[in-house]
């Protein structure tokens, strides 16, 4: 099985090792380098609160939804972002649209930022969710509990820091914006605070909120939770 843990240790030279070990290992050709990594959830979808939308096709953005991600776009023109990838489903694929068109940026689809597998929940109402007898454990127990037919936690918390880690080698020194699902930035802050997966309920990461992480040669470090967009409706 595929470890977090190795992988980290693989991605730089300072986990891990003593000051004799960083010594030997710096070079002059070495420079610190800081990736700094936004996470965006996307917007308001047009199912909200009606059905565990998960993966299933065709399910776009709200109204609402477009005018916070125009306020996201606002807020992130003012950073030199490098780079923006996006999970391939529509609502965060016209999510990330709206930020390419105000940040000038190509819109480049991961499968690793895509949501979490809800398997035989997908498109049920929250209520039918809920009384399943096996909602319970994976309400309680995330970091053991896996979707009927769909995936873990642990599962989605591998894939998105594995993504982390091959983009922080391709951004050795720059600012890049993630967009994806509730669910997966959740594993990923979890990731960086060292936190199990069951604590998963104590962090709160609403609907087009930007939650940033740092990793540069020390480590990772989280620098921002739930920042979310403030907007005017008519």
Known sequence: MWSIAASW???TFWFGSSIGERTKTWTARDEPSVTVFHLLR???HVLRGRVLAGRTPGVGLSTIGRAEIAAVADRLAEEKIEALYSSPLQRTRETAE??????DLPVRCREDLLELDFGEWTGLTFDAVRADERWRLWS??????SVPGGESMREVQERVVRALLELRQIHRDGTVLLVSHGD?????????????????SRIEV????????????????????????????P
């Open 184 to 200: 997966v930035i959740r594993a990923a802050l979890l990731f960086a605070l060292g936190m199990p997966l069951d604590f998963y």
């Open 42 to 44: 996307h917007g308001e």
């Open 98 to 103: 709206i930020l390419a068109r105000r940040l």
């Open 140 to 145: 309680t127990c995330r970091s053991i509990a």
């Open 206 to 233: 609403g609907l087009a909120s930007l939650n940033t992480i740092q990793i540069d040669d020390h480590g990772i470090r989280l620098l921002a939770v739930n920042e979310r967009p403030r907007i005017s409706l």
């Open 9 to 11: 240790r693989k991605s």
